[in-house]
């Protein structure tokens, strides 16, 4: 609220007296008028309100000067000394990308606070500007739909919150009204008070939440005035129309509809915005043709239709007609064309105009045609992620004006003409992904003087080079993997001062890496030289100064000695797979405060585990399996921690599982396979409400595990296997999540309870895999099936698995089990398992591998073994089952030895089956006094034939 004495008439006297003194002992009057003094109260009284960490307003002090027209943002009439304009937006957030959402600023320049409404004393405002702020979600003030005269009001990326007061409907003035980027918090629950913003010409509502708002065409239809709508992302309510009639917005030059994710035919009225010059349609799923009408739109200049489109047809032929078009996006749009059959389009005056022509990712075909060189102006071509095949052609020489050629992610092959070396103005070259052969020599760069970004990987060329080649390109990033750079470590790559990003992992490298390698660059943030043959030792870089280092990955090579430190900004440290020994440094969580992946797995490590993990405030992943770890696991974890994956295993590590761990509210990972681990499960685990994977096989724990079935909703993968577990299996049946369960090789008794027939996760069949399930490319599982372990990664989420071999279980097998139709695994051998197999069996339409081997089951086989047609391994060998072997599907490729040790069968491949009843007796065993008879194993039989 206003302070009411500050409008006293005594305090305006007093406060008059005192302007008047201050200028008359002033040495310098300012020139014109100064500003009002009411206007002046009202801004000191608006500041009050605000917080400024960063002191921007420090010059809006009387102290500095009583003149607030000179106070920074502030701008007057030149005339009547008025204040009319008011520009606190932040420049520090003005390196955000338009459309990148953002509703909170870290930016400690960021004002925030309230929004006095004594802001209203100044009557004259025509803009009002606080975008890139941030006010905590606050609603926007109604108040602000009073300033009669505002022209321009800007309120993006500011924080603001709610519903958007329709009171901002009262601004007939207004020409430009930006509320974009509030974060999808800031809602428009109805448009028509939009409808009364006449004099309106630039409109950005990108990333409001339209919610209800059902009119919004409607309402824009009738601003006449209107020269730029943007509503990206706003989840626009039944989607986009596809038609609409009497369309007024005949001076609209950009339209921004993209990202709203709309599920409708592409709408016909867009083509009749004669004036139209910008459209973005990008990310909705429109389907449809493109209408021929699209070529009336001769004034555009930017076409852009990219992102989940669903087009029928070819593009119209009328789209080389528009000469004035320079941008045409049709990025993943799946056309499914072949590229030479699309000379008709690009031979009209498209092809003088056309600065960009992105097709990347179209589904297109066919080779790469001579007249692709005919586009003289154009700047960008991306045809990458397609099927094109073939050679290039030299033609693409002749694209001088190029600055960006993507091809990557093709099927073309060949040479690598040296006509692309022609191409001086490019600065983006990516052909990785593709199947060319030969080499680049130093001739094919010597014109690529403005080169910043070069991919070349998975191409097997050649970079056949001097050693001491300095070439005159100066790169930001490199991607030459599965190149061939080797066996020198290339220098030249100590020419790139300004390279921030290297990927040559794969490129047959065995040499060292030089000692000028580490410090080359200031710009340096991203190494990658895994998978090569790198030898030595790497020096201690923990005190490289102002070093930019986050993310390096060495593993997969030759190198030894002692683990590397690496400076303060690395956050990523991937040394798997080499030769490091001796102990793991105890201060890492020092010397690299901002870990957040370090993986040391397969090297010579010893000792114990150090507490540095426990530490690292900023830790996700840690991986130190596959080493000679001994001692016992560190037990001063925290509550604070954001430990995802922890994965000590094949180490010598003993000792209990420390309670500690179950302060680890966010781990997902937890995988202590093949260790010497003793003791219970702890049940203070069940806190770990975010674990996926647990993984402590092949340990020495032992006792009963009675409370997993209250916990881990969100277990995918459970692995106890080869430990000392005893008493009947665990209650699980509550775990819907669970595709892979192995119990196997413990002291479990019992029986199978049916509940494990519930396990709702191994009901989907291969292709019912729920889409919210992620991959798992640095975490495995092993399956034994047939005596060979099966390690499963990357395709973890498409196992379902049951393993429950080698314990003491007791009892029938519950028919329940073929309630799991997406089991591709299961085995129960080795069990006291009785009774018969299921006769619905064949339910487990996807089972690849079953093994009932070495249990006491007895009765027949089921027919319905027929219908697994995916059974590709099966083991019924050492049971008490009876009767002819069915030979219908999969059953006919097996061989004698998966029925060995069942005495009862027959047939093949075993022996044939020998009928006790003679042929002249076959008519007689109709008659009841013959049933009585007979044996029941002898109606068994005949039942089954």
């Given at each position: 609220m206003c302070n009411p004495l500050l409008s006293s008439p005594y305090y305006v006297r007093v406060a008059a007296i005192l302007l008047v003194f201050l200028f008359v002992n002033s040495p310098i009057c300012p020139a014109g008028f100064t500003c009002q003094d009411n206007e002046r109260q009202a801004l000191f009284q608006f500041k009050i309100g605000l917080k400024d960490p960063g002191n921007r307003l420090s010059s809006w002090d009387v102290s500095v000067t009583t003149d607030c027209c000179l106070w920074k943002g502030v701008s007057c009439d030149n005339r009547t000394g008025h204040v009319i304009g008011l520009d606190l937006h932040n420049d520090h957030n003005e390196h955000q990308h338009r459309y990148q959402e953002q509703s909170v600023s870290d930016d400690r320049w960021a004002?925030?606070?309230?929004?006095?409404?004594?802001?209203?004393?100044?009557?004259h405002l025509t803009t009002l500007d606080l975008s890139g702020n941030y006010f905590g979600n606050m609603l926007i003030p109604r108040f602000l739909g009073s300033f009669k005269q505002l022209a321009t009001l800007r309120l993006s990326r500011a924080g603001f919150g709610g519903r958007i007061p329709h009171q901002l409907g009262n601004l007939l003035s207004l020409h430009q009204l930006d509320l974009s980027n509030n974060g999808h918090s800031l809602l428009l629950d109805d448009c028509w008070w939009l409808s009364n913003l006449t004099s309106l010409q630039h409109l950005d509502l990108s990333f409001v939440n339209f919610g209800i708002a059902a009119n919004w065409l409607e309402a824009l239809n009738a601003l006449h005035s209107i020269l730029e709508i943007r509503l990206s992302q706003c989840g626009l309510l039944n989607g986009i129309p596809s038609s609409f009639q009497h369309l007024n917005l005949t001076s609209l030059v950009t339209l921004d509809l993209s990202d709203n994710y709309s599920n409708s035919t592409l709408p016909t009225w867009l083509f009749d915005?004669?004036?139209?010059?910008?459209?973005f349609l990008r990310g909705n799923y429109f389907y449809g043709s493109i209408p021929a009408s699209i070529g009336n739109m001769s004034s555009l200049t930017v076409l852009e239709l990219s992102d989940r489109f669903s087009l029928r047809g070819s593009i119209p032929g009328a789209l080389g007609n528009l000469c004035k078009l320079q941008q045409l996006d049709l990025t993943w749009s799946p056309l499914r064309q072949n590229l030479s059959d699309m000379k008709e389009i690009f031979s009209g005056c498209i092809k003088n105009s056309l600065t960009k022509l992105s097709l990347r990712g179209a589904s297109l075909s066919g080779y790469l045609p001579e007249w692709i060189g005919d586009f003289q102006n154009l700047k960008i071509l991306d045809l990458s992620m397609n099927s094109l095949s073939g050679k290039l052609p030299s033609s693409l020489g002749r694209l001088l004006s190029l600055q960006?050629?993507?091809?990557?992610g093709n099927e073309l092959n060949g040479d690598v003409p040296e006509t692309i070396g022609w191409l001086s103005e490019l600065?983006?070259?990516?052909?990785?992904?593709?199947?060319?052969?030969?080499?680049?020599?130093?001739?094919f760069f010597a014109n690529l003087t403005k080169l910043k970004n070069l991919g070349l990987s998975s191409t097997s060329l050649a970079l056949n080079v001097r050693p001491d080649w300095k070439p005159l390109f100066r790169l930001e990033y490199i991607n030459m993997s599965s190149c061939i750079l080797g066996p020198q470590?290339?220098?030249?790559?100590?020419?790139?001062?300004s390279l921030s990003s290297l990927h040559m992992y794969d490129v047959n490298i065995s040499d060292s890496i030089p000692d000028w390698f580490w410090n080359f660059s200031s710009s340096l943030e991203f190494i990658d030289l895994s998978h090569n043959g790198i030898r030595g030792m790497l020096p201690d870089l923990s005190e490289l100064a102002d070093s930019k280092l986050t993310y390096v990955d060495l593993s997969c090579n030759l190198l030894e000695g002692t683990v590397p430190q690496f400076p303060k900004s690395i956050s990523y440290l991937f040394l798997s797979n080499n030769s490091f020994s001796g102990l793991i440094p105890p201060g890492i969580h020092k010397t690299m405060p901002k870990l957040q992946y370090l993986f040391l797995s397969k090297n010579n490590l010893s000792g114990s585990i150090p507490l540095f993990p426990c530490n690292l405030e900023e830790l996700i992943a840690l991986d130190l399996s596959n080493n000679h770890l001994s001692g016992e696991l560190p037990d001063c974890w925290k509550g604070s921690s954001n430990l995802q994956d922890l994965d000590f295993s094949q180490n010598e590590i003993s000792g209990q599982i420390p309670i500690s761990i179950s302060h680890l509210t966010s781990l997902e990972h937890l995988i202590l396979r093949g260790n010497r681990l003793s003791g219970g499960l702890p049940s203070s685990l069940d806190s770990c409400r975010a674990m996926v994977l647990l993984d402590l096989s092949y340990n020495q724990l032992s006792g009963e595990i009675t409370w997993m079935d209250r916990s881990f909703s969100n277990l995918k993968f459970l692995n106890l296997r080869a430990n000392m577990f005893s008493g009947n299996l665990p209650p699980l049946s509550q775990l819907n999540s669970l595709r892979i369960l192995d119990l196997s090789r413990n002291n479990f008794s019992g029986n199978i309870p049916k509940s494990y027939g519930n396990l709702r996760a191994m009901s989907y069949s291969l292709n019912h895999v729920p889409s919210e399930t992620a991959s798992y490319s640095h975490v495995a599982m092993n399956l034994e099936i047939n005596g060979f372990y099966i390690q499963f990664s990357n395709v973890l989420n498409l196992v379902a698995a049951i393993d429950l071999s080698k314990n003491h279980l007791l009892g029938p097998i519950p028919e329940e089990l073929t309630d799991l139709y997406g089991?591709?695994?299961?085995?129960?051998?080795?069990?006291?398992?009785?009774?018969h197999i299921p006769d619905k069996i064949n339910l487990l339409k996807v089972l690849e591998a079953l093994d009932l081997s070495s249990n006491n089951l007895s009765g027949a086989i089921p027919p319905s073994f027929g219908q697994l047609n995916f059974l590709s391994y099966m083991n019924l060998s050492y049971n008490n089952l009876s009767g002819r072997i069915p030979i219908s599907g999969q059953l006919s490729t097996f061989d004698s030895t998966i029925y060995v040790g069942n005495q009862g069968l027959c047939g093949i491949p075993l022996h044939e089956c020998q009928d006790k009843v003679s042929i002249k007796d076959e008519a007689h065993l109709t008659s009841p006094e013959i049933w009585l008879h007979l044996s029941a194993e002898l109606v068994m039989f005949m039942l089954l034939l």
């Open positions: 004002l925030g606070g309230e929004l006095s409404p004594c802001l209203l004393a100044i009557e915005l004669k004036s139209l010059q910008n459209l960006q050629l993507s091809l990557y600065v983006i070259l990516k052909l990785g992904l593709n199947s060319f052969k030969g080499g680049l020599s130093e001739n470590f290339p220098s030249w790559i100590k020419t790139q001062e089991l591709r695994f299961l085995n129960l051998s080795g069990n006291n398992l009785t009774g």
